[in-house]
């Protein structure tokens, strides 16, 4: 998505007019159906009218292009402004504008991190340093965008910092490998100047903004899955770039888990929803304590995840470290206390109370994962607790804490790498789940690639489709169907009458692996098979578990499977205490489902088996407008 695009000549006369933020309101709610912040809006007012100043230089050519608002491709990150052009050999150039509003900065220890006075507040708070900031969107740019990447289009990151005077702070030598990579301009005649000629010196020929309409417009390569990369995280390679939020809580967790030792015990608990990039930090800490020489395992109580991992290491990483480095959970209740320096907890709300085959060993995984290190981090989110057994809500987590002793950290991921980088999608679907009331009780067609099918067959044609791209699109369902082909492979499971749709669940040979196995795609798997991994596209298949009345969802634990272990035992609790388990089991099921429907990076189909539901959600899918903070703009909607 771009906001806005001209050529300088048109960007200053509309700012000459004084109603540039006007006319990128009014695009931005055009293309996303919803009003800017405030906040937001009084940036582009300051920060567009420096950028006007910068451009009015007459050796800048006229004919320039100037995007503002470019959304990164798979992330909720926009880009503030692209330049774009040739340069002196024809090839073309495009330089990414960073803009701040910073007056002040202080240097930090930890790397790319600093302190800046933002927000007129008067009070410096930790952020990301702009360099490195300009610098990572511009390789999540290379890295998603064909034209970007194989054009081989000459890409120059920079950050301007208009209220910033010169001095230390974000000049700091100790950032000399970002500003390398980003040079930063800051507030005066002579600052403005060399910006003037940073621009000059890649851009000699203006195109119109020609290259910024064809990135726009570029195909988005297949997303790295983290399965695929993890070998070469282990390395040290740098797979992934962490942007935003995920550098600031990996630097975070880095230094916290550097100052732990046995009698000053800590606990980091990160709390982020789906796709927030959580087992991508998870697996990326435990690369880098391993690497500098400190004991470190990564632990998750799913094995799918694992054996996933496990799987794409074979061959590049040998076995005996591989296993070294991965563990479930329920092996640590004999650990002796502090054996090891760091345990990183993936998907913690997974939890369960005890280990073993018949939950009988240890006493709790969560105080026992806490009592083995100096230093535990879990990574949670409260909204993916899908059985009974589940227990690692944060605020468990922080009670055993406490009882050991331990320091407690709280951490939040927010920003959204998955569902196309969507946090509208989100928004939308934990209120179309009733998981909790937000603003967006529409969901706008261009956030995000929803759909509601009329037929089972054809959603498994649609997937069938995503599949043959690349071997990333899977059908998956609500456990509310009996696993009979288990014992007898000519059993069909998954039969819905009336469209001749019968599918059988994963095969028991696949495991763990289903995810990833050859023809899977005709197969279904379930929210223990697919949970902790993603897909491109996921399809769902919501079973009669979850059904809307009158305008509302309601939860049917009677219509789950009987062989369905997530529930086991919920009748004998309702005798017990009824009320208490019904919202239980409602949580769950919801739950469930939101886990299902966030799998895909870039798309989702749903068939609902219940008529009712299906218009149910097609009734929500419509666009509605948020974050209505202010009226919308009534200047013209003007790109050229």
Request: glycine letters at 8%; one cysteine or more; hydrophobic letters at 35%.
């Amino acid at each position: 998505m771009l906001v806005y695009h001209s050529n300088k000549r048109g960007f200053l006369d509309v700012s000459d007019n004084g109603f540039i933020e006007d006319v990128i309101a009014s695009n931005f709610l055009a293309k996303t159906g919803r009003y800017a912040p405030e906040s937001e809006f009084r940036s582009w007012k300051a920060s567009l009218a420096e950028v006007a100043k910068v451009l009015r230089d007459p050796d800048i050519p006229d004919t320039l292009g100037v995007g503002i608002e470019f959304g990164i491709p798979q992330t909720s990150k926009r880009i503030d402004v692209m330049l774009s052009g040739l340069g002196d050999d024809d090839r073309s150039r495009l330089i990414i504008v960073e803009l701040k509003q910073w007056s002040s900065s202080t240097a930090s220890n930890k790397d790319g991190v600093l302190l800046a006075q933002r927000g007129g507040s008067g009070l410096e708070r930790e952020g990301l340093h702009p360099s490195y900031q300009a610098w990572s969107y511009a390789e999540l740019l290379k890295g998603f965008n064909t034209v970007a990447y194989e054009d081989r289009v000459d890409l120059s990151p920079c950050a301007y910092l208009h209220n910033h005077p010169s001095g230390l702070g974000v000049s700091d030598p100790r950032y000399r490998e970002y500003l390398e990579r980003a040079p930063v301009f800051l507030k005066g005649v002579t600052e403005l100047q060399r910006l003037r000629d940073f621009i000059k010196s890649h851009i000699r020929k203006g195109d119109d903004a020609d290259l910024i309409v064809q990135i726009e417009g570029g195909k988005i390569r297949p997303s790295k899955a983290l399965a695929d990369a993890v070998g070469g995280m282990v390395k040290g390679h740098r797979e992934f770039i962490l942007i935003d939020e995920q550098k600031l809580v990996f630097e975070d967790i880095l230094a916290i888990e550097r100052m732990a030792t046995e009698e000053r015990k800590q606990v980091v608990i990160v709390r982020g929803g789906p796709g927030t990039g959580k087992s991508v930090l998870a697996i990326q800490l435990m690369a880098r304590i391993t690497s500098e020489r400190r004991l470190c395992k990564y632990v998750s109580k799913n094995a799918a995840p694992r054996a996933v991992y496990k799987a794409r290491m074979k061959g590049s990483v040998r076995p005996s470290v591989v296993d070294n480095l991965f563990a479930g959970s329920g092996g640590f209740f004999e650990t002796p206390r502090n054996t090891f320096d760091a345990l990183i907890v993936d998907e913690g709300h997974r939890l369960n109370e005890k280990s073993g085959l018949y939950q009988n060993l240890g006493e709790n995984q969560i105080g026992e994962l806490i009592r083995s290190a100096r230093c535990t981090v879990f990574f949670v989110d409260d909204d993916q607790i899908v059985t009974l057994s589940d227990i690692g809500h944060s605020t468990e987590i922080e009670r055993w804490a406490k009882q050991e002793g331990a320091a407690v950290t709280r951490l939040d991921l927010s920003s959204q790498f998955r569902c196309n980088g969507s946090d509208g999608y989100l928004a939308w679907l934990d209120d179309a789940l009733g998981l909790r009331e937000t603003a967006n009780s529409g969901l706008p067609s261009r956030d995000y690639d929803f759909r509601v099918f009329d037929s089972p067959v054809e959603l498994h044609e649609a997937i069938r489709v995503r599949n043959a791209e690349s071997n990333r699109a899977r059908l998956v369902a609500g456990y509310c169907w009996d696993w009979d082909s288990k014992k007898n492979p000519a059993a069909f499971d998954i039969v819905i009458p009336g469209h001749g749709f019968r599918r059988r669940w994963n095969l028991g040979s696949d495991g763990s692996l289903w995810i990833m196995a050859p023809n899977s795609v005709e197969e279904v798997g379930c929210i223990h098979t697919c949970q902790g991994l993603e897909v491109d596209t996921v399809g769902v298949i919501i079973g009669p578990d979850l059904v809307a009345r009158d305008g509302r969802l309601m939860a049917v634990p009677e219509a789950r499977s009987r062989q369905d272990k997530s529930i086991r035992g919920w009748k004998t609790m309702m005798r017990n205490d009824p009320e208490g388990t019904t919202l239980r089991l409602d949580r769950i099921i919801r739950n469930t489902y939101r886990t299902l429907m966030t799998r895909g990076m870039r798309s989702c189909f749903v068939y609902c088996t219940d008529e009712e539901t299906r218009e149910y959600f097609r009734q929500r899918q419509k666009a509605g407008v948020w974050e209505g903070l202010r009226p919308a703009p009534t200047s013209p909607s003007l790109d050229r």
